[in-house]
């Protein structure tokens, strides 16, 4: 599938995944049109400081993810404000919103995920605040100066960087989360247990194992009722409670799905003629156990290359390390590796100083580290991990140990 057979290129989404995929075709060499449709106005932008800086600042322009001039300069043609409605995979068009359809050699989805409403009761999406688009962080910034006390639903990344902004403001907050601890789906119990101690330091009120049952709103006024019987008054009720991935365009046309677009360890859809990367796409990740769905920059950024790497002539399988970043107040999270189907988990360094790791093993082996404020510690771990090396756990857990001996040498 090298440069020579195809000539056009199509990217659906104008994300961090489908942007990098063409810049990285562009700079493989091939020359035949990449077009990239968003369905967004904005000039492709960088989404982690939506939670972070963004919601902090004064000015409200948005890191954007290349600069404007550098896509007609690198022979990208970017559609913003487009829709794709449709995949006619027979014809090979891609059939967008008004009608014009769009030929293609190769298809490459890059669709992203949408915010998930849990079903409680009264829970009017237009009423409440949520964050995955600038148009959502200008809202949620507006808000802010007026705001006293905040519910928010959901005890993943985003829920507690937007808790951790909002007390800096000295805003009452009152986080709800299902599970019995926070960031479960992808955090250790140890390290779990640290960021509850980090988030109720900072005044958050976590209620862990509930959830909303009914939202009642009367102007700037939430009553927002509780499983565990009691009700909450609030004048903002922020949710951010995961996300669903955008499949529907891939679903329609037939293609597998199931909790996202399904691919193989190239990236390729069930039809040859179309890839699917980043938020939207389901893949089997060699660090992981079975079929995954990742939702980070790391992702989004290597699974775009993988792809231009492969409709360029140099088809490998996905196989990079997967690592994430959390910014919540002074605690910087950053996590090498997948904590999936761990048995255990050693401490490195003293938790109360702020700065400490969690090695995370299955059957003996080091499978992730979670890091705080260690970033040291971060780096010499997705060395170690991508090289497919252990540390064993008495080591890992002496912080006189020196881990960078352990790193592999690099080749010569
Ligand atoms: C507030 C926030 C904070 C985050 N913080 C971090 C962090 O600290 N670290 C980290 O690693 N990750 C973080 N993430 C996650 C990271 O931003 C995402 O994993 C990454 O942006 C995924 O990129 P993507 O291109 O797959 O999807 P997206 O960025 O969602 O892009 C998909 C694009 O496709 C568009 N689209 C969908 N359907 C269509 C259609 N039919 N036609 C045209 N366009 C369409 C969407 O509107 C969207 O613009 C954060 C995400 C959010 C929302």
Redesign the pocket.
Known sequence: MGDQVLSRVVI?????????CAAALHHNGFSGSIIV????PDL?Y???????EFLKSVDDSPLPLKGEAFYPANGIDLRLG????RIDRTERELV??GGERLPYDHLVI??????RFPPTRGLDPLRVME???LA??RLMTAKLDGLRHVTIIGGG??GL?VAALLRQREIAVDVLEAADRLMGRVLSPLMSEEFRRIHEGMGTRLRLGTIATEIAAEGDRFSVSLSDGERLEADAVVVAAG?VP?A??AADAGLDVDNGIVVDELLVTSDPHISA?????AHPNPYGIGMIR???????VD??KCVAARLTGNARPYDDLP?????QGAAKLQIAGLAMGMDDAVLRGDSASGKFSVFVYRDDRLIAVESVNMPSDHMVARRILAARLSIPKDVAADPASDLKALMPKPAR
Do not use: M, Y
């Open positions: 659906v989404g104008s994300g961090q995944a489908g942007v990098e449709i968003g369905d967004e492709p960088q989404r982690p400081p939506l939670s972070k487009v829709t794709a409605e967008l919103k890059a669709t992203g995920a949408r915010n964050l995955r688009t959502h962080a990344f985003i960087e996300v955008n529907e365009l990367i980043g938020d939207c796409a990742l939702e980070s920059v790391q992702n989004a699974q775009g690592w994430f970043w959390s910014h």
